[in-house]
């Protein structure tokens, strides 16, 4: 099998990348990857020798190249991780998530088309169906969830759900999509709230908890979701759409507090700054289907994921403190600097 993994230098896709060659020792891996600011070579150092690794520095927006790497690889499955992946930097520049995420999106099921594929999957996100009341704990988003999105990140996912969808349909592109909850874990880029709350504790910098803290998110240790995917491409029925989550729903205060009490640090850290324009009160998963379907369940609950992944950057300094030193000085200045 020949697998193009597309934002594999990424959090979730480089973790996918790492899982699949561990697993499935004959396949080839051709990680397609633009290297925007959220993209890494480190995270790749371990598997980048590997004779079933190969590397292709694409925008996948830019279709003569994407083209050109389909002619070359003629792969047998498409999973696209490849995005802008960040609420906030959406609500600041919105253009780059249109063109990234709906229309790179598009370009790789054309070249699907033209080239033929077994299996095109597109990694999304339950941020596509909006929110959630937090007075309804009883409530759950399934696959029959309407999309009702509120940040230009969502709108442009769920732009993107739609485009693979009608591809399925009118040009018989045996696709499938996968709508997974928030993930946390290793190679996390230190913008997303866990590993900046960690980044942050061990700095000995404040926590900037947006608003009152009361949102809620529903956390996947980024492995499960990866083995989700494995599952899905390998077994799940085309056309079809899974959500993947755990039922691990902490508020936002829980999860930094949380990190605060594993660092022995203080919550004298914790600094409420201003909300989220639009900010979605709460996310949470019904995973009945994919457990039906394909026999998935989480392994990794809150507690043991968020302890490994502690130890995890505590471990691996030089990976995120080579992040925070360079431009990101910039982009925290300018997101938090007057909050
Ligand atoms: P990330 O921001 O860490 O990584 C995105 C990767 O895509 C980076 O390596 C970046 O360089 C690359 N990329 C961006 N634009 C590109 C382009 N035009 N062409 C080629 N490569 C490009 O994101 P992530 O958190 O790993 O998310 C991966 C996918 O999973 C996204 O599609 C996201 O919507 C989805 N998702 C994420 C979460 C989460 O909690 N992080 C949850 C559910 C779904
Ligand atoms: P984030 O990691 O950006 O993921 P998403 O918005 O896609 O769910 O944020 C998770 C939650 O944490 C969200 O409710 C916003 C909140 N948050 C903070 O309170 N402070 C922060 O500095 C960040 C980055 C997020």
């Given at each position: 099998m020949k697998i193009v993994v597309t934002g594999g230098a990424g959090f979730i896709g480089g973790n996918f990348v790492?899982?699949?060659?561990?697993?499935?020792?004959?396949?080839?891996?051709?990680?397609v990857d633009s290297l925007t600011y959220a993209g890494n070579m480190e995270t790749l150092d371990s598997v980048k020798d590997n004779p079933n690794f190969s590397f292709y520095k694409i925008d996948i927006a830019d279709r003569e190249e994407v083209f050109n790497m389909f002619e070359n690889e003629k792969p047998d499955i498409v999973v696209n991780f490849a995005a802008e992946s960040h609420v906030d930097r959406s609500i600041e520049d919105p253009g780059i998530f249109l063109k990234t995420n709906v229309m790179g999106t598009g370009v790789l099921l054309d070249a699907c088309r033209k080239y033929g594929i077994k299996r095109y999957h597109q990694v999304s996100t339950d941020e596509?169906?909006?929110?959630?009341?937090?007075?309804?704990?009883?409530?759950?988003?399934?696959?029959?969830?309407?999309?009702?999105?509120?940040?230009?990140?969502?709108?442009?996912?769920?732009s993107a759900d739609l485009l693979v969808g009608a591809y399925y349909r009118t040009f018989k592109v045996p696709v499938t999509i996968s709508r997974c909850s928030n993930n946390y874990g290793p190679y996390h880029f230190p913008e997303k709230l866990i590993p900046l709350m960690i980044a942050n504790a061990l700095n000995d910098k404040e926590l900037p908890v947006y608003g009152t803290g009361e949102n809620v998110r529903d956390w996947l240790y980024v492995e499960d979701h990866c083995r989700a995917i494995d599952l899905i491409i390998h077994k799940g029925t085309v056309g079809e759409v899974y959500n993947i989550g755990g039922h691990n729903e902490r508020t936002n205060l829980e999860v930094v507090k949380t990190i605060l009490r594993e660092l022995g640090k203080s919550e004298d850290l914790i600094k409420y700054v201003t909300d989220r324009a639009g900010h979605d009160m709460r996310y949470a998963i019904d995973p009945t289907k994919i457990n039906n379907e394909l026999g998935w369940l989480p392994t990794t609950t809150f507690d043991?994921?968020?302890?490994?992944?502690?130890?995890?950057?505590?471990?691996?300094?030089?990976?995120?403190?080579?992040?925070?030193?360079?431009?990101?000085?910039?982009?925290?200045?300018?997101?938090?600097?007057?909050?």
């Open positions: 790492h899982y699949i060659i561990n697993k499935y020792k004959d396949y080839k891996i051709i990680c596509v169906y909006g929110d959630l009341p937090l007075d309804r704990p009883d409530l759950f988003f399934t696959e029959e969830t309407p999309l009702h999105t509120s940040s230009p990140y969502s709108a442009s996912k769920a043991e994921g968020i302890k490994k992944t502690i130890k995890w950057y505590l471990d691996n300094r030089h990976w995120w403190e080579n992040i925070i030193s360079g431009e990101y000085q910039n982009y925290y200045e300018k997101m938090y600097g007057s909050r």
